[in-house]
């Protein structure tokens, strides 16, 4: 019964178009993160969010922007996408905010392909 | 050099066998995560440390922060140990930075 979902698991979108992943986590957790995988680099930090707060984003496009409507809810949205956006998306949160050092849990992730 | 290093990058090992993977940092961190990926890509974590040795059944694993580096040692290795395990020390703002992994292969 995973606590953290992610919505879709796999996506196909054309070049140019404009995707949305969701996250929801029913943990409680205060923080939640989003990372990336590609073929080309390792797992990579994008985003942290703490209490709904934005604070930290190591993504250089805006292009990428995380949306958060509720405290256990990171959305991200993805626009104008390229084929170098392909690649799964992981979505993670943590029990305390990101000034508490602690373990991170992962949803399963969203795969998705750019063409 | 790359802030996290991880040895060796591939391992074959046969079932019963045992052997160890490290991971070295650039930097003093405040814990570390072990991660397998499984053939379906999912993460599953293995241990989070902020200090010291974890032990969970085969598994053990060791966080040195001020030498700046971690260990995971596998023993007994079963067919369902194949997978790449990412190493991911955290820094402050509780990020993970990930290695680049270390394939793992279990032959019968």
């Known amino acids: 019964d995973p606590k953290i979902i992610q919505k879709p698991k796999y996506l196909v979108a054309v070049t140019g178009s404009e995707k949305i992943l969701i996250c929801e986590q029913y943990?409680?957790?205060?923080?939640m993160y989003w990372y990336r995988q590609s073929a080309k680099k390792p797992l990579e930090f994008m985003f942290s969010?703490?209490?709904?707060?934005?604070?930290d984003n190591q993504t250089a496009s805006s292009r990428f922007q995380p949306q958060s409507s509720k405290k256990n809810h990171l959305d991200l949205q993805i626009t104008a996408l390229k084929p170098d956006d392909s690649a799964t998306y992981f979505c993670?949160?943590?029990?305390?905010?990101?000034?508490?050092?602690?373990?991170?849990?992962f949803g399963e992730g969203s795969k998705l392909t750019v063409l | 050099g790359m802030p996290v290093e991880q040895n060796p990058p591939a391992l074959s090992l046969y079932e019963g066998a045992e052997s160890g993977l490290r991971c070295n940092f650039s930097?003093?961190?405040?814990?570390v995560q072990w991660f397998q990926q499984n053939h379906r890509g999912r993460l599953i974590t293995l241990f989070y440390?902020?200090?010291g040795t974890k032990e969970n059944g085969r598994l053990k694993s060791t966080f040195n922060s001020k030498e700046r580096y971690s260990t995971l040692h596998i023993k007994d290795a079963q067919l369902e140990d194949s997978g790449t395990y990412f190493c991911?020390?955290?820094?402050?703002?509780?990020?993970?930075?990930f290695g680049i992994g270390t394939r793992v292969l279990v032959r019968p």
């Open positions: 993670a949160s943590s029990p305390g905010g990101v000034t508490n050092t602690g373990q991170l849990y």
């Open positions: 943990l409680g957790h205060n923080a």
């Open positions: 969010y703490s209490y709904q707060k934005l604070m």
């Open positions: 930097t003093t961190m405040k814990g």
């Open positions: 440390l902020a200090q």
């Open positions: 991911a020390p955290i820094s402050a703002g509780n990020k993970l930075t």
